[in-house]
């Protein structure tokens, strides 16, 4: 069955696509996107989105890392099977710090990739807008806008006519197969 | 697409509405690229390296060096079913070849992540041209450096009980008091990092050939890879602020790594070992040869790929700025090194540097210190910096210089040892010159497989540089 995707359009300026962004948030609408080729400058503050969470998510690992490396070296080398070896303490922080210092780091990283993709709801190899011709650009040369046909405020060829007015190049109506 | 023009141009650097310059700080540098390309030619330059059919000098190239790995592979299994000593190293050099490949190669994995994270927060926009490049090499390097630790165990299958805390029938733990263990936590941090970072960037331009791809095997390789990306700029939110935060941590990793390798020997009391300056030097002696190897790969791949538009010679010149910056500081640990022997008063240590410098193995030392310290001095001339030409034999010079420092610290600290009835003499047997040369065929045929299937920049990173790619805040 064809369902409607929404209403897609196409920029090449990239001071016109801030101005777009602005505008349609201020027309209301919540669920659309700039598919681009590489991140822009000042698109995010435009479009209004909200700062992401990833960096606690880093932080919350990068802490987990670090607790996990302190107790693994202590118990296994204080508790579990007390060895001594060249006089040395069963357990001292100082010998600690390499090994503490590296999990911090393996587990942010882990927890920074996997938690930005997962953000990101991805990975999913469908997206609603992948037929459209306008998609393949998106990754190639130009910047485009979608707005989803969920959104509350979403109105056919109103939408249409709306990305028109902020300077939208081969503006359509996109459907999809369910 | 719609060329922008130089009212266009970007210009993080002016203030809002500063007008009052005659040039913007970015006028007056060098621009970053032959021309003035538009989105599209990145996109074709480089989806056209992939697409394209491999040439017959590829073939050629591959064919020699996966037989030289595939060589080196043989003569592994020799040793692992023969026993290690097939190799050279014995009493009192007990380590040799297999501990200075090691350094080698893990050295050479340091501009990788050097570029991609350092000169990220340095906010140092030339590195998008190499830096993808870079990442890869580092990735194959370290994979030849892991080779040789496990190897020089003797029985690798059982390595793993060594080597890592996992439970075992005789209820002991490894030792995490030993700074060889930190090394194995330190490598394989760096190579797991050093992956997902690579793979992060890649992700984008993945998701660039999965557009563009129409073969029946082509495509759907690149659409699992790519994980389905969109280009979104509510992912682009995150992806870049966890590209932000990969970079923040994989500095002080970077910079670990091969402090935690100098451990191996500064933590021991051997004399030529035992000294607090180890892991800077050896950071600045990484960044150094990981820089040489970039050069010497890179002004090959910049010729035979024609990527002359986005590698100019303002990116090899910055290079080997890099290059003498760190060779000077390589320079100047190996005088400490010797001022400290002398002032430390100590019988053993001076023995230890004179004997470097002027016993057995003299040749290697003044082989190590022509290649790192004299050679790259050419630097200094500007046209030198620029020649390409000069530039690669500086570039091969500077790897054989920084394998000849990690030999000569290995072998000169052990071959005379405290008491002279012990003193030897290193000859390596062909065990050991295989599996090196076999280390070397492998990277570069790695290399090859990726200079030809895999971008080799990052697109959509040099997209974001380009003149007027971003908003041009100031017109607000």
Not at chain 1, 16 to 40: C, E, M, N, S, W
Not at chain 1, 98 to 123: D, Y
Not at chain 2, 204 to 221: E, G, Q, S, V
Not at chain 2, 461 to 466: C, R, S
Request: aromatic content about 16%.
């Amino acid at each position: 069955m064809k369902k409607t995707a929404g209403v897609s359009g196409l920029f090449h300026d990239p001071d016109q696509v801030l101005k777009a962004a602005t505008g349609i948030r201020d027309a209301g609408f919540r669920k659309f996107d700039f598919h681009t080729p590489y991140p822009l400058h000042g698109l995010d503050q435009a479009m209004g989105i909200r700062r992401t969470i990833l960096p606690w998510i880093s932080l919350g690992a990068g802490l987990l890392g670090a607790g996990v490396a302190l107790h693994l070296q202590w118990w296994t080398g204080a508790v579990d099977y007390p060895l001594v070896i060249g006089g040395k303490p069963f357990f001292a922080f100082e010998p600690s710090i390499p090994i503490t210092f590296e999990l911090t780091v393996l587990l942010t990283a882990i927890a920074t990739v996997v938690g930005m993709f997962a953000l990101n709801g991805l990975p999913r190899w469908f997206s609603k807008w992948q037929n459209d011709a306008h998609f393949t650009r998106s990754m190639d040369d130009a910047f485009v806008v979608t707005i989803d046909a969920e959104d509350p405020a979403y109105d056919g060829e109103k939408t249409a006519s709306l990305l028109e007015s902020l300077g939208a190049e081969q503006v359509r109506i996109v459907e999809y197969e369910d | 697409m719609k060329r922008v023009t130089d009212k266009h141009r970007q210009d993080d650097w002016n203030t809002e509405g500063g007008g009052s310059l005659a040039l913007s700080p970015e006028e007056l540098r060098e621009p970053l690229f032959e021309g003035t390309p538009a989105l599209k030619d990145v996109t074709e330059t480089v989806s056209g390296v992939v697409e394209g059919k491999p040439t017959r000098l590829w073939y050629a190239t591959i064919t020699l060096t996966s037989g030289l790995a595939g060589w080196g592979i043989l003569t592994i299994l020799y040793t692992v079913f023969t026993g290690i000593g097939v190799w050279g190293n014995n009493q009192p050099i007990g380590w040799a070849w297999d501990i200075t490949n090691f350094v080698f190669w893990i050295g050479i994995g340091h501009a990788g992540t050097l570029i991609s994270a350092i000169l990220f927060l340095f906010r140092q926009k030339w590195r998008t041209a190499i830096n993808r490049a870079a990442e890869a090499m580092t990735i194959f390097a370290v994979i030849c450096a892991l080779i040789f630790p496990i190897i020089h165990t003797g029985r690798p299958w059982l390595a793993v009980y060594w080597l890592l805390p996992l439970p075992n029938q005789m209820e002991m733990w490894v030792n995490f008091r030993s700074p060889l263990l930190w090394d194995v936590f330190a490598v394989s941090t760096y190579f797991a990092v050093s992956l997902m970072f690579w793979f992060v960037g890649l992700v984008p331009d993945f998701a660039t050939l999965r557009n563009r791809a129409k073969h029946k095997i082509a495509k759907p390789i690149w659409t699992f890879l790519s994980l389905g990306w969109t280009g979104a700029n509510r992912h682009w939110h995150r992806y870049e602020k966890a590209y932000l935060i990969l970079a923040g941590i994989s500095t002080p990793l970077v910079l670990s790594v091969h402090t935690i390798v100098s451990f191996d020997f500064a933590v021991s009391v051997l004399p030529g070992w035992h000294t607090t300056i180890f892991p800077p030097y050896f950071v600045a002696g990484a960044i150094f040869s990981g820089f040489g190897m970039v050069l010497t790969l890179m002004i090959l791949a910049r010729k035979l790929l024609n990527l002359e538009t986005f590698i100019t010679r303002k990116h090899i010149e910055n290079m080997n700025k890099v290059l003498m910056a760190t060779g000077l500081m390589v320079g100047y640990a190996y005088g400490i090194e010797f001022f400290i022997a002398w002032y430390s008063g100590n019988p053993y240590e001076r023995f230890v540097f004179i004997n470097r410098a002027f016993g057995p193995y003299s040749w290697a030392y003044w082989t190590m210190v022509t290649c790192n310290v004299f050679i790259p001095q050419l630097f200094w001339f500007k046209n030198i910096r620029r020649n390409l030409i000069i530039t690669w034999v500086i570039s091969i010079f500077v790897n054989v210089g920084m394998w000849f420092e990690r030999f000569v610290i290995i072998a000169t600290s052990l071959h005379r040892d405290f008491l002279p009835s012990s003193w030897g003499y290193f000859i390596p047997t062909w065990v050991d010159v295989s599996i090196f040369a076999g280390t070397i065929g492998l990277f570069l045929t790695l290399f090859l497989l990726f200079a030809k299937y895999i971008p080799v920049l990052a697109i959509s990173e040099i997209k974001g540089i380009l003149p007027g790619a971003q908003p041009n805040h100031s017109h607000h």
